[in-house]
């Protein structure tokens, strides 16, 4: 298995909705990012889990709420988002966090807030 | 602030010919870069990489190109096919108290058949 599966796919929320993305990957990487990708822009890193730790956090707000339940699982909880935060939401995992390590990217959550 | 850039946001080949996308960075300390492909409704693709400490890497069709002392990054694609048609990311992988990948602008490019 050399993918990163992402659910859902799709996902419209309002604005006072809890809501979780999941990510799942079976490669047995140990690192485990979550980026925000906003249409024509780049991926944005929001934050990184070395073997099931968060090792960084990009200042994200917290109405964005990581968890890293396991090496194979990673999730992100969404509470009281704003509509600018509509966007695809990518998952991705390399084998570890350091040099050296290329990205698996999933394929993404679009996430519309309304 | 220190960013990862491109100089062309669209670029525009025949099909059979080749493309260069260029890349500009400014964070002297970076040791490893990446270059990505991003289809449309996809996530991005790894490519092929090079760290620091060389100058060129070359894979199926692809060819990266660093150089440090003007900061700049280039990935040419040999006999480019229709299906290379999407957006190209530079990106930059630094060790800040933890290792990041930060990702440039994006350059898209199309093929024409």
């Known amino acids: 298995d050399t993918e990163v599966t992402q659910t859902p796919k799709h996902l419209v929320m309002g604005m006072t909705n809890k809501k979780s993305l999941k990510c799942e990957q079976h490669?047995?990487?140990?690192?485990m990012y979550w980026y925000k990708q906003k249409a024509k822009k780049p991926p944005e890193l929001m934050f990184v889990?070395?073997?099931?730790?968060?090792?960084i956090n990009e200042s994200v707000p917290s109405r964005f709420s990581p968890e890293c339940p396991n090496s194979s699982l990673l999730n992100l909880h969404l509470h009281a988002l704003q509509p600018e935060d509509s966007a695809l939401y990518l998952c991705?995992?390399?084998?570890?966090?350091?040099?050296?390590?290329?990205?698996?990217f999933g394929s993404g959550t679009r996430l519309t807030v309304v | 602030g220190e960013s990862v850039g491109l100089h062309l946001p669209t670029l525009s080949v025949q099909e059979g010919d080749n493309s260069i996308i260029n890349c500009a960075y400014s964070?002297?300390?970076?040791?490893?870069f990446i270059w990505y492909k991003q289809e449309s409704g996809k996530g991005p693709q790894f490519i092929i990489d090079?760290?620091?400490?060389?100058d060129k890497r070359q894979g199926q069709r692809v060819t990266v190109l660093l150089n440090k002392t003007v900061k700049h990054l280039s990935l040419q694609i040999a006999a480019t096919q229709p299906g290379d048609s999407a957006v190209y990311f530079c990106?930059?992988?630094?060790?800040?108290?933890?290792?990041?990948?930060?990702f440039g602008a994006g350059t898209r490019l199309f093929v024409k058949a």
């Open positions: 990106a930059e992988t630094r060790n800040t108290g933890g290792f990041k990948t930060i």
């Open positions: 889990y070395s073997y099931e730790k968060l090792s």
């Open positions: 090079i760290r620091s400490n060389m």
């Open positions: 490669m047995g990487h140990r690192a």
């Open positions: 964070n002297s300390a970076s040791d490893y």
């Open positions: 991705a995992s390399s084998q570890q966090g350091a040099l050296g390590y290329g990205y698996t």
